[in-house]
Structures are given as C-alpha cells and as structure tokens.
C-alpha cells in the first residue's frame, strides 16, 4: 500500500467511524415494548364492545374488562385508548397486526387460542351454558340437541365447542351469523328463530333480566378461564407486565371484587320484575321520557338513573300513592316537597324535578372523598332511607373496621338498623336499613336495563328516540 493512499485512508476513518456510529444508533433496538409504551404515554387495547367488558353509563366507559385494563394503564403510568372490534375475528386480525397492545375482550383461555396468542393467567372464570326458551322441553344433555339449531357468536370458544361436539353428533346444527353478538344470539332463541344457544355464564348473569323468557339448560364446559391475549414474537416485557399485574390482582381480591360489582346485584334481580319493567318501556317510559332527560340536565343526572329511580319508587305511575302517603312519580314525602318547592305532588313534571334535585343534592352532601359510583349507590340509599340513618351505618362500618366510603361495606351494615342490639350506638335510631339495600340493588338493576338496553344491538325504538 502506497503512502499516499495510507495517508487517504487514515484521513477517511474518522468520517467512516462517524458514519458507523449513526447507522448504529439507528438500527439499534428503541427499547423493550414497556418502556416504548411508558415513552409514548398511551396504552392501546383492542376490545369488542360488549356488556361484559366495556359499555358506557352515567360515568363514561365501564365493564369488567375497562376497568382492570384502566388500572393496569394507570399501574404503568400512561393513559389508556381502546380499539374497538365488531368481532372476536376482527379483535385478533388486529392485535396480529400489531395495531393494539394486547387484546382485552372477555376472550375464553382454549388450546386453539393458546397455539395462536400468547394468553395470561386468568382473571375471571366461567361456564358456558345452553339457553333455551321457557315453556320448551329443558335440555340436559348435548344429546338433547342433536337435530336441534343451536346459535353462537361466531369466532367465540362455544363456536370451537359445538364444533367439536359435531364431530360425536353430527345431527347437531350449528346456527353462527357473521358479525353476531350475545344480545343478537339470544334475541334469536327469544323469537324462535333458533331453539338454542351458548354463551358464557358471565353473558347470561347480565342478560337474564333483558331476557327473562329464557333459561339456562346445563352447562357444557365449566371453570374457564378469561385472559388477556398478546401477539405472539414480541419480547415479553408488556406481557409480563400484565401477568405481574394480574397476579396481584387476584392475589388481593380486586377481580372478585369487580366481578361483585358487575354481576352481583344482577343475580338477585326478580325476573318477574324484569318482565314487568321491559313491558313498561313501551306503554309507559315515553310519557316521561322528555322530563327525565330535562330534570336529568338540570340535576347533572344520566336520565335513566332518574327513571330507575321512578319505576321503583312508582312503576312509572304518575297517580301512585303509597300508604303512608308519599305519592307521584318520585314518591315524593310531605316534607319533602314542600323543602323542594312542589305545589302538586302528582304533577309528573313538578315531582321527577324535585325528586332528581333532591338526589342531586344528598349527592352533593356526601364527603368529597367518596368516588363513583360509591357516590351515587349511596346517595340512593339516603333517598330511601334518610340521610341520618345512612351516616349512622356508615358510622357503624367504620367502628367495625369497614370503609365508610364503600358501598360494598356499608350495605353490610344498613340491615343492623333496625336490630335492638344496635339501638345505643345510632344517632338517628332505629331505622329499615335492609330495605334501602335492596331499594339500591332494585334502582341499579332497572338503571342497567335501561343503559344495557341502549348500549346493545336490541334497541326498543322509545329508547333509542329518547337516547342522548
């Protein structure tokens, strides 16, 4: 080599090192999954709408699946965006395609699903039942299907299920529409256009008062898990994120506990009074609709709380009258129409008004502390049982190691008003404390009818004129 062409060379490597080094900090790798998503600030989940795993209420979104995939996005410091699907093949094809995070949709833990994603350990566990039509043959076996249609949603696990039970019993027929959800699938079995159906327990938890003439037969699968699904090849720190956020979650009782919240009430909602209630929407709800939404404003109310409230208080009846004397559509008591300013407790305008004020401001009484929906459950209790009585149980959850502040603690606590042994510690005495419990669990049940009812595909026309 001559010595020019060394003197070349050695003029050239700093320019080529410099070269290298940029190419490098370009290829190189920007980090695990986690840290570009804390970096980005926002964690995407792709989900499908649904009433067990986000829908939206008086509070914005909601569901099983919304809140434990907002703490885990709170856990990791960002905000939380999801993406919505029509389906569970449209879920997938998006996660795969890396236009998600992970996939948060109330997906069923199967070897099918295992093969293809990358499944945590599950947080919530269910059965999947056979519904069918009341007044039909109850079935009990797979066999009492056989000739027999039967729908599912498609690209669920009971879509994999029937499959496979076809191939022991080909004279099973499986009914799947495209792009179908839970309330399309039973809306068939309803209507007789299919005599059975599967869904999970959790779906029919919170159907059953939508669908009060049906039933669940047996169960053909039990304890399966629901988990949260990843992409498949990435590098694992998102993943076992989640896993670390989950365990704990279970470990302290928070998924219980949310399941409580979704599902508990709804279990021991009365079916004759859901019947009665969903014939009510039509002949009934449409004379009030407009004042509800109307005292709903003025109050800063979801309309349909109000007129939860209304159907327990007087089955939307604006000449009901009770033998103790309140009356109207609010129940509204002497006294408290008159600190309300109303002239004429049966004036269905004057009461719903004042009887939504008047929540609004027992709401407003509560300690600034007290987060929804805690808030609002107790606030309902107060309505039905008076303010006093309401602080003395939350008095008697603290002395006994509850949250005061919690819903869930001091339900456990209202019953001990009426019982003698309790008398010395309440300020405000005895009180019906058992009945406020099962005036809120009735509100919420009949406010999740209405909401269930516009969040889903079954719209009854009164309520999608009167949606806001």
Not at 96 to 101: F, M, Q, S, T, V
Not at 170 to 192: F, I, M, S, Y
């Amino acid at each position: 080599m001559t010595i020019r062409l060394r003197r070349k060379l050695l003029a050239w490597a700093p320019l080529v090192l410099l070269a290298a080094l940029i190419l490098g900090l370009f290829l190189r790798p920007s980090g695990t999954a986690l840290e570009r998503i804390q970096a980005r600030g926002e964690l995407v989940v792709v989900t499908r709408p649904s009433l067990t795993t986000v829908y939206g209420d008086e509070n914005g979104s909601t569901g099983m699946e919304y809140e434990l995939a907002r703490g885990f996005a709170e856990r990791l410091g960002v905000e939380l965006r999801l993406l919505e699907a029509d389906d569970l093949e449209a879920v997938q094809k998006l996660l795969l395609a890396g236009k998600a995070d992970f996939a948060a949709a109330g997906l069923v833990i199967t070897e099918q699903r295992r093969q293809q994603l990358r499944l945590t350990t599950p947080y919530q566990k269910v059965d999947t039942l056979v519904m069918y039509r009341l007044g039909e043959p109850r079935p009990n076996a797979l066999a009492d299907l056989d000739g027999k249609s039967v729908a599912v949603v498609s690209g669920s696990s009971n879509a994999d299920l029937l499959e496979q039970a076809r191939a022991a019993q080909p004279e099973l027929k499986l009914d799947v529409h495209t792009g179908t959800n839970v309330e399309q699938t039973l809306a068939r079995v309803e209507e007789g256009e299919t005599d059975y159906a599967l869904i999970n327990s959790n779906d029919y938890a919170i159907h059953r008062a939508l669908f009060p003439d049906l039933a669940a037969g047996f169960t053909v699968s039990a304890d399966q898990g629901l988990a949260w699904a990843f992409a498949p090849g990435s590098d694992g720190s998102l993943y076992q994120a989640a896993q670390r956020y989950l365990t704990q979650q279970n470990a302290i009782g928070a998924t219980e506990q949310l399941a409580k919240r979704f599902y508990g009430h709804v279990e021991r909602f009365d079916l004759y009074s859901a019947r009665s209630f969903i014939r009510h929407l039509d002949d009934r709800l449409p004379d009030y609709t407009n004042a509800f939404r109307d005292a709903a404003e003025d109050a800063g109310f979801d309309w349909r709380l109000l007129a939860a409230v209304a159907y327990q208080e007087s089955l939307w009846d604006a000449g009901a009258i009770s033998p103790t004397g309140v009356q109207g559509l609010m129940m509204l008591t002497n006294q408290t129409a008159r600190e309300m300013g109303v002239t004429d407790r049966t004036d269905p305008s004057q009461s719903i008004h004042a009887g939504a004020a008047y929540l609004r401001k027992l709401h407003d009484r509560m300690p600034e502390r007290i987060a929804e929906p805690d808030r609002t459950w107790l606030a309902l209790a107060a309505y039905n049982v008076g303010f006093g009585h309401l602080e003395d149980a939350r008095v008697l959850t603290q002395k006994q190691g509850g949250d005061p502040d919690r819903w869930q603690d001091v339900k456990q606590r209202l019953p001990m008003l009426a019982k003698p042994a309790y008398a010395g510690q309440l300020r405000y005495g005895p009180a019906r404390g058992g009945q406020a419990v099962a005036y809120v669990r009735h509100v919420r049940g009949y406010y999740d009818l209405l909401v269930w009812a516009d969040n889903s595909e079954r719209h009854r026309p009164t309520l999608v004129a009167a949606a806001k």
